[in-house]
């Protein structure tokens, strides 16, 4: 009899609360989506490091147990509350409150089984899209293959487990603390006004704002300085000072905008302003508490994807400044001829360029740097000079177009870093330690190699016969090959070069002082693509759920209260209001409540995507294409944070003409 009603009560929950019910299942399936990609020894074996991709997923899915935890007890303890009178009338008629407790736990456990069951096969499909998103990051001629692997299924039961003990601890928990008198207003008991707080709304809300912006001054000065790494301890209070704003301005702001509605006349009367008003405010004096969690979940899903944009574009853009060609070494001149020999063994040379780089002592660059950020540039001690002819090669190389200069001109490449040196007065003229003097024709930032100077962040390009004057710094060699290069080669290459790069110290320590000289292209793109793939999963992850888990909430709390709001909809029906009228007003309702959580963590979202930019912004294409990625961002949590409005929308309208 019990597991009967049980399942009928569950069967009637599930039509209730099917929003919820689908963002469960869904958040479950992404679980087990990652579960399966994360035990994948294909995409395990893609790089290096994707083999760190398991653990961070189990350390992401420790934090969305919680993350879930919350939304699963949220739901069970506004539909007890929904059903209080239902429990109470139980409990009058004779039955044991320990029978009504396993009845709504086992109602529970059969919404999460069969959340769990369809999690499964929506999760594999999750993983096959997965696989081909992983395919077009690593430029794969086929799927990745993925292996309906039991242990991602029992990794998922774990999960599942977890959670609903959790869950039903704290439902069972609750259901044996109340009495009968509780169960009948329980549902009223979060609508008593608080007359005595009120005096303190307006001092909260200046508070709020204080940490606020103080919170966001103190992130952005921990990004102000290039070059210097941001405090930890500093940004961890930032984000406390942010949660604590969160909060105290979704307790406050009701009582500012009601004030505010009601002290402006032209305001107060205009159209269904007041009617607005003040649903606005009596829900947001009953769950204050939980729309700045919802607020504070919506900042992180904002950041998480400004950070992942953010460091794609920073991995995109360093693969062609850090490996533009195939192979590049920066070697002595007599091991050239071997090293040629050794890529012959493994590919197909198409292009190859041999050149040197110069140097000599008068340093007019490094000590402009010096006088400009207090430091010298990498770890070389000299400037660099490469010929116009061998900067040519390169730039054909790369398929861009040559340039000129005359006998006593010179170009400056440098990184976006030091693109500040443009307006050097000092390196308008440079004079070389033989006192021969060059005018400044080309300043060009875009489009640097470190394959061009590794230890600089810079070159410095002259005719070719200055360098007859210089002393040759180091020899190079530029390979592009037939075909792709690999992780696997880099790895060969490296242990190839052990004699002419490492060595025994006197304490028997194997030391290589210098195999960053040796660049592999197919390495550099396997590893950045893992690092893209590793961090572009897990922020969509956190995302999606962040985003799902906001939305159902919200649904869930104006669907529920649909019933209550169909007699103030009748009322204003029979006063002479039209049907579309009285549309427009249930879209004005539900869209001030879904757009509060979200103006907050957008003005939040775009100060911190600023200031981080700042760091960013030498390793990304463009100093303004941050803008470009949080528009990306925002449109793409609008467009799931409005399917559940609109389907909230839908059903409230439903439910109110019903």
């Excluded at 000590?367 to 390169?394: P, T, V």
Aim: proline fraction near 1%; charge should be positive.
């Amino acid at each position: 009899m019990l597991s009967k009603l049980a399942f009928l009560n569950a069967k009637r929950s599930s039509k209730d609360y099917v929003i919820y019910f689908i963002t469960v299942m869904m958040a479950f399936s992404l679980m087990f989506a990652f579960n399966l990609l994360s035990n994948s020894k294909e995409v395990l074996q893609l790089s290096y490091v994707m083999k760190s991709f398991q653990l961070v997923m189990y350390i992401v899915n420790i934090f969305m147990i919680l993350v879930i935890c919350f939304l699963i007890n949220y739901t069970t303890k506004f539909m007890f509350e929904k059903r209080s009178k239902e429990f109470g009338t139980y409990l009058i008629l004779g039955i044991k409150k320990s029978y009504i407790t396993k009845m709504f736990l086992l109602e529970n456990i059969i919404l999460g089984s069969f959340s769990f069951l369809l999690s499964l096969p929506i999760g594999y499909l999750f993983s096959i899209f997965a696989s081909s998103i992983i395919m077009n990051i690593f430029d794969l001629g086929q799927l990745v293959k993925i292996d309906f692997s039991i242990q991602a299924i029992l990794t998922l039961l774990l999960y599942f487990c977890i959670i609903y003990f959790i869950v039903l601890f704290l439902s069972r928990r609750r259901v044996k603390k109340i009495k009968v008198y509780d169960l009948f207003y329980l549902e009223k008991q979060n609508e008593k006004r608080r007359k005595k707080e009120a005096s303190y709304q307006g001092l909260f809300l200046l508070i709020s704002l204080i940490l606020g912006v103080t919170s966001l001054d103190l992130f952005d000065r921990e990004f102000h300085t290039l070059g210097r790494n941001p405090s930890l301890i500093m940004i961890f209070i930032c984000i406390l000072f942010l949660l604590l704003s969160i909060y105290l301005l979704s307790i406050s702001i009701s009582h500012f905008i009601l004030q505010l509605v009601l002290k402006n006349k032209k305001i107060k009367y205009h159209s269904d302003n007041l009617f607005i008003a003040r649903c606005f405010a009596s829900k947001m004096k009953t769950m204050g508490f939980t729309i700045g969690t919802l607020t504070a979940f919506i900042a992180f899903t904002l950041i998480a994807l400004n950070l992942s944009s953010l460091f794609k574009g920073m991995f995109d853009y360093q693969l062609e400044v850090v490996a533009p060609y195939d192979i590049s070494l920066d070697i002595k001149k007599e091991d050239i001829k071997k090293y040629e020999e050794f890529i012959k063994e493994h590919y197909t040379i198409e292009e190859e360029l041999i050149y040197d780089s110069y140097y000599e002592n008068n340093n007019n660059v490094m000590k402009a740097i010096a006088r400009k950020s207090g430091d010298e540039a990498g770890w070389r001690e000299h400037d660099q000079f490469i010929k116009l002819s061998d900067y040519n090669k390169l730039l054909k190389l790369r398929g861009k177009k040559e340039v000129s200069l005359l006998e006593d001109e010179y170009l400056l490449h440098v990184t976006r870093e030091y693109k500040t040196l443009k307006n050097d007065k000092d390196l308008k003229e440079i004079t070389l330690s033989n006192g021969k003097q060059l005018k400044q024709k080309y300043f060009f930032t875009e489009g640097y190699t470190y394959a061009w100077g590794m230890g600089y962040g810079f070159t410095i390009v002259v005719p070719d016969s200055i360098v007859e004057n210089l002393k040759i710094a180091d020899s190079h060699l530029i390979v592009d090959t037939k075909e792709e290069t690999t992780e696997a080669f880099y790895d060969k290459l490296a242990k190839f070069s052990d004699d002419d790069f490492c060595y025994y110290n006197e304490n028997g320590q194997y030391l290589c002082y210098s195999i960053a000289n040796l660049i592999v292209r197919g390495k550099e793109k396997s590893q950045n693509n893992g690092f893209v793939t590793i961090i572009a999963f897990v922020c969509f992850y956190i995302a999606f759920v962040f985003t799902a888990v906001v939305g159902t909430i919200l649904a869930i709390q104006q669907l529920s209260d649909s019933t209550k709001y169909k007699y103030r909809y009748q009322v204003l029906s029979k006063l002479g209001v039209r049907r579309d009228t009285l549309h427009k007003t249930i879209f004005k309702q539900l869209s001030i409540f879904f757009l509060f959580p979200l103006l907050y963590p957008t003005i939040i979202s775009i100060c911190t995507l600023t200031s981080m930019n700042r760091i960013f912004k030498v390793s990304l294409e463009k100093d303004t294409v941050y803008l470009t990625y949080f528009g990306m961002n925002i449109f793409l949590f609008l467009i799931i944070y409005f399917l559940y409005f609109l389907s909230t929308y839908f059903g409230f309208k439903k439910n109110v003409e019903e």
